[in-house]
């Protein structure tokens, strides 16, 4: 692995909630890397700790042990500004439910990270106009989310997660609302979106079809890394790609002994 | 356990919930308030002398509290639906844990009766104390003194009190209930979704906007146009014109408001930094889904204000005039003095004398006083019925004033005063007089001339201030005897010892007297029954006006600051959003404060629009009040106004810090 261009850095992260006996480990001394352009895809059941560890580099919670460092800097090092600071630039983070202001427009939710930094939505107009002809939203932008689809609306949050350019793209089963329909086009937008601009994404998902547009997937079982797969993507379809998601998933009920 | 559970919830509740646990302490101290009117020191005075009106007053005071109870009612609903709304998603995990709808709401119920026996417990002893302060302030503002004072404790008050807040609690807790029972657990635990922000025609709203101003423009001209004619068909359609015209201006305004500001953001928005559009969106949300609640606050502002303003004016401007004697007897000379004799009355009397005051039929010569004031501008209408037919005798009026302790007049020399009990309580008339004496008039009184000293005398000469003289001569004595139609005295007046009225106060030495004379079988007015019969109409119409204009200035203050909260918690996810978009906790708590500003300042600026403008119209087209009045109108105003703002910034001040508070309490985790 290059480890040159190592974007996140995720060392011995543990995350335990209550206290004494009401212990319950969600996170249990993870680590891995995450490299700059990939599509990294989390994957494990219920409660394996996936959503957790999604919230530790969100710092939406602070882990109990272990890094994360982004870009060179630990950021359980940040707090008031400089946490603002990572939340808004540094990453960009996309909902399961969207979590759009739904009495701003969708031009006006696409700013609110702008302005949040003292930018004027004047003064990115190229940046806004370019990043909804590439989520094919421009038709929406003056209206309110009342008036969109879900699968519009997921992509007017998705322009938001991206409008600073950010470091790394979190996204929290993205699909996850969505019908398949909008579940592909969504997929297919930030498919296109890591290609070509070369964006990290970090996605959860349950989903194995969202999931095979990963170029890399980590399972989680129990708070621990379980497996790992990785895309071949010059030679491999998503397809067949989606097959070998498939079967890790199989195997993750009936424990380590059965993965291929 | 459950019980523990209901006193640990409503515990919760006050505590989390000043504006909630605030209101029904108002209310109570509302009711107790108007109840105990009767127990009031005032009241009880009045009554002693004005049985009949205070008894009508009284029969009024349950219509009051009825009218009350109806806007209190408002105050207690929304505080307790700003608390029951917080609290949806824990009843909906109640009905999922297996809670039956019965218990939940018998619960509900437990935990409202125990917030308002705490309500109670606080309210009460503040209401008791409050009205003790009212009674005393009063008094000591009429000029009764402390010490006639009785504790003005009113056990049915207290009781009619009680009823009526646990009436009121309990009605608002069952229609806020209904929709809970009705809603499926799910709707409950999933509660914070917020409306959704619809697209209204922005023509239409627009529309409504311009109509809504064209309305309040014409109800303007209504009020500040003079009433034209005599026909008072005419003027009663005129002000239901004005009524109408105010108050569908106002709910049209607020109407097509939200429109116009979304139109003012959306210009904006791509210009501007930070969160001043999540701001002005907010705003703009709050009006489109309050707009009907912010034209009622707003009327009730206007209300209050004009009721506050009027109570004011009409409690300052009661014309009691300066205390000249405290008893004018009617009787004999003879029959006098054998009372007089009497050792009860002997020795409360400080001095007593007769007045000499009658009719003349001697037609007197004022060319010289007319031809003055003809001379001072705006003195026409006085120059027009300037008549004198009254005359006074030099030593009744020394005796008053020395009784008083001011300086005797001298008449010795061919002179006389000019005397009017008009005097300076209708402001012109007294200066215009005052001026045209000034250049050394002269009155002839059967082909003689007497000059007239230069300054016009107005002290009551008898306790009765009903009974005015336009103008009266003060003459020498020996004159008097010539030109009286009457030299029988008009009436004897009485002065108390100070000693005496000092020890019981003014009023229970009154009282004592009275009924002395009154057993003795004499007619009589007192100083302060006859200001009773004045005062009474106006304290009773300046208490009552001063009570509902606070009330409504509460009420409609708690709910506008109550619709904000209510709103904003409801949208507690959008500021979680922004928190994890980056923004700051501080930034959203401006943001938050920037938002009960503009939407406090949005109720405000029409109320207070509307205010002048009403006030204007009511002052001088729709009554009149004591000249005395107009002189302080500037007071007047000042002090209404340093009222009004004091009251605005502690509520905004208070609406700010609970928004804060909860700003300050969400966690980027609380999302769902």
Sequence with gaps: MNTNNRILQVDGLTKIYGKDNNKTEALRGISFDVLEGEFLGIMGASGSGKTTLLNCIATMIKPSSGKVVLRGKDISTFTGSGLANYRGKKIGYLFQEFELLDNLTARENITLPLALHGITGKNAENDIRQIASKLDIAEVLNKFPSQMSGGQKQRVAAARALILNPSIVLADEPTGALDNKNSKILMDKLCAISDEDHKTIMMVTHDANAASYCSRILFIQDGRLFHELRRNMATETSASFYKRIVTVMAQLGGGSANVL | ?672
Aim: net charge positive; proline share 2%; hydrophobic share 45%.
């Design chain 2, 1 to 672: 356990m459950f019980f523990k559970q209901v006193r640990l919830n409503a515990a919760r509740n006050r505590k989390g919930n000043g504006l909630f646990f605030g209101s029904l302490v108002i209310s109570i101290i509302a009711f107790y308030t108007l109840l105990s009117l009767d127990k009031q020191d005032v009241m009880r005075f009045l009554g002693s002398i004005e049985s009949d009106a205070v008894r009508k007053l009284m029969t009024l005071i349950p219509l009051v509290y009825v009218v009350s109870l109806f806007f209190v009612f408002f105050l207690v609903y929304f505080a307790c639906k700003y608390q029951t709304d917080s609290r949806r998603r824990e009843f909906g995990m109640y009905l999922m844990l297996g809670m039956k709808r019965g218990r939940l709401f018998f619960m509900l119920f437990c935990e409202t009766l125990w917030s308002g026996l705490v309500s109670l417990l606080i309210g009460l002893p503040v209401a008791l104390f409050l009205t003790e302060g009212i009674s005393l302030v009063t008094a000591k503002l009429i000029g009764f003194g402390i010490i006639g004072h009785t504790i003005s404790f009113s056990a049915d008050a207290i009781l009619w009190a009680v009823c009526g807040f646990v009436i009121v609690q309990l009605l608002s807790m069952l229609i806020i209930c209904i929709p809970i029972g009705n809603a499926e657990p799910a709707k409950l635990l999933n509660s914070a979704a917020s409306e959704k922000q619809a697209l209204t025609s922005a023509r239409k709203s627009t529309a409504f906007f311009i109509f809504g101003i064209l309305l309040l423009l014409t109800a303007y001209y209504f009020g500040l146009s003079e009433p034209s004619g005599t026909n008072m068909s005419t003027y009663y359609l005129s002000i239901l014109a004005l009524l109408v015209a105010g108050v569908l201006g106002t709910f049209l305004l607020y109407r097509g408001l939200g429109s116009l500001i979304g139109k003012l953001i959306s210009r904006k928005s791509q210009k501007v930094a930070g969160l001043a559009t999540f701001t002005g969106r907010q705003v703009q949300e709050n009006v489109l889904y309050q707009h009907k609640s912010l034209a009622v606050s707003s009327l009730l502002l206007l209300i209050a204000l004009s009721c506050i303003s009027y109570g004011i004016a009409v409690g300052i401007g009661r014309t009691t005039g300066s205390r000249t004697t405290d008893f004018s007897v009617i009787g004999t000379e003879t029959d006098v003095a054998t009372a007089l004799k009497l050792p009860e009355i002997e020795e409360m009397v400080e001095t007593s004398y007769p007045v000499h005051l009658s009719r003349t039929k001697t037609k007197f010569d004022t060319g010289n006083m007319i031809g003055a004031l003809k001379k001072i501008l705006k003195a026409d209408n006085i120059v027009q019925n300037f008549h004198t037919e009254y005359v006074l005798s030099e030593t009744s009026y020394n005796r008053l004033m020395s009784a008083m302790g001011k300086e005797p007049i001298d008449l010795s020399g061919n002179k006389s005063a000019l005397y009017s009990t008009m005097g300076s309580n209708l402001g012109d008339f007294y200066n215009l007089l005052n001026k045209a004496l000034k250049s050394s008039v002269t009155v002839g009184v059967n082909g003689e001339t007497y000059s007239l000293l230069p300054k016009l005398y107005y002290d009551n000469i008898v306790a009765d201030r009903s009974i005015t003289l336009y103008t009266a001569l003060i003459v020498p004595d020996e004159l008097y005897q010539k030109l009286a139609k009457d030299t029988e005295p008009f009436c004897w007046n009485i002065h108390l010892k100070k000693s005496l009225t000092d020890k019981l106060g003014l009023m229970q030495a009154t009282q004592k007297m009275g009924g002395y004379l009154a057993k003795a079988g004499f007619k009589y007015d007192s100083y302060l029954g006859s200001i009773g019969r004045n005062l009474f109409y106006t304290v009773a119409t300046s208490y009552l006006t001063i009570y509902l204009g606070i009330l409504f200035l509460l009420i409609s203050n708690t709910v506008v600051g109550l619709k904000y909260l209510i709103q904003q918690r409801r949208n507690k996810h959008r500021y979680i959003t922004l928190l994890m978009l980056g923004a700051d906790t501080e930034d959203l708590c401006r943001s938050a404060k920037k938002q009960i500003q503009m939407f406090f300042t949005l109720v405000l600026s029409v109320a207070v629009c509307n205010s002048i403008i009403a006030i204007f119209t009511m002052f001088t087209n729709l009554t009149r009040l004591p000249p005395a009045v107009t002189s302080m109108t500037t007071t007047l105003a000042a002090i209404a106004l340093s009222a009004f703002v004091i009251t605005e910034i502690i509520y905004i001040s208070i609406v700010k810090r609970t928004a804060c508070r909860e700003i300050r309490m969400l966690e980027v985790t609380d999302r769902g």
